[in-house]
């Protein structure tokens, strides 16, 4: 494995060779390596820290994962971020605040490790979601939040872990792409209005309902039951991919919430979805009210 970190010195290339961990840099004219580490080499990855200093994660032939870093230009340390490390590479970031992010791939899953408690690095435990997890990358950005990018083997699909301050890692598909703006839903309503309050539910990454309605020009509610703990919200668009007419907190279960939209004056075949899954979405109608009375907001 090789990698390159560029700092106010000038550029430091990090590579493997017969089993050890080796680091060369610019001398004047010539170019100087020195040994790291006897052992790794393997699964490079570095990252340049807040005050410019290099850090390294790489794996030994025996499945360790290793960090070593240099501050202002000192020796190089050494230390032991975790273990089972299986193909792929080791990957690393470091935050604002100085604390390390290292992720890499396991016969298990995924496996992610951080020294936020100390100097010595603890693994934090990934939801069962990423167990078909390979080729993790780390990213660190700011006020505590964390990402993790992988490939899912099992359906194929990218997607990332997100750990916001003081929450879990949660493994979330990647958003699917969408125009700059469609067409509205054509055809007859798939539902009609019944009333003001609206109700919606969403477990295994699915709403429980494809259609929402709401009175024309009249205020109304929208109960959202998350029921899993994955982050969702319920959004409002004139179209797929078109303008917002009202976005949703959005909320990582089990947990409900009530949404309180402004009222929609325009009439028709209106779009919803959850911003953070988007293949989570239906028809969003607003027509005049088919009767009086409160109740959920999709049609059978």
């Given at each position: ?43 490079m990855s ?48 470091v935050d ?119 009175p024309a ?84």
């Open positions: 494995g090789t990698a390159v970190l560029v700092t106010p010195d000038g550029p430091v290339v990090a590579f493997g060779s017969d089993g050890e961990t080796l680091v060369a840099a610019p001398r004047g004219a010539r170019w100087v390596s020195e040994t790291v580490d006897p052992d790794g080499g393997a699964g570095g990252a340049v820290d807040a005050d410019a200093n290099p850090h390294l994660a790489y794996l030994t032939a025996a499945g360790d994962v290793k960090h070593a870093h240099s501050i202002e230009g000192g020796p190089w340390e050494v230390s032991d971020v975790g273990s089972e490390a299986t193909d792929s590479r080791a990957s690393i970031a604002a605040e100085g604390v390390h992010h290292v992720a890499w791939q396991t016969d298990e899953g995924l496996a992610y490790a951080s020294n936020a408690e100390g100097e010595e690095f603890a693994e934090e435990e990934l939801p069962e979601s990423t167990a078909e997890g390979v080729r993790p990358r780390v990213a660190a950005g700011p006020d505590g939040t964390v990402y993790v990018a992988f490939r899912d083997e099992g359906d194929t699909e990218v997607q990332m872990a997100v750990r916001g301050e003081d929450a879990p890692l949660l493994a979330v598909p990647s958003p699917e792409a969408t125009g700059a703006g469609g067409a509205p839903p054509t055809g007859p309503p798939p539902c009609e209005p019944q009333g003001t309050e609206l109700s919606i539910a969403a477990n295994n990454l699915a709403f429980d309902t494809d259609c929402l309605a709401a020009g009249e205020p109304f509610t929208i109960e959202f039951d998350n029921q899993e703990a994955q982050p969702h919200n319920v959004a409002i668009y004139e179209a797929e991919g078109g303008a917002a007419l009202f976005q949703g907190e959005i909320i990582t279960g089990p947990l409900t919430t009530t949404y309180e939209p402004d009222p929609i004056d325009q009439e028709g075949n209106l779009y919803f979805q959850c911003d953070v899954h988007t293949t989570m979405n239906g028809t969003f109608v607003v027509a005049a009210a088919a009767g009086d009375g409160g109740g959920g907001g999709g049609g059978e």
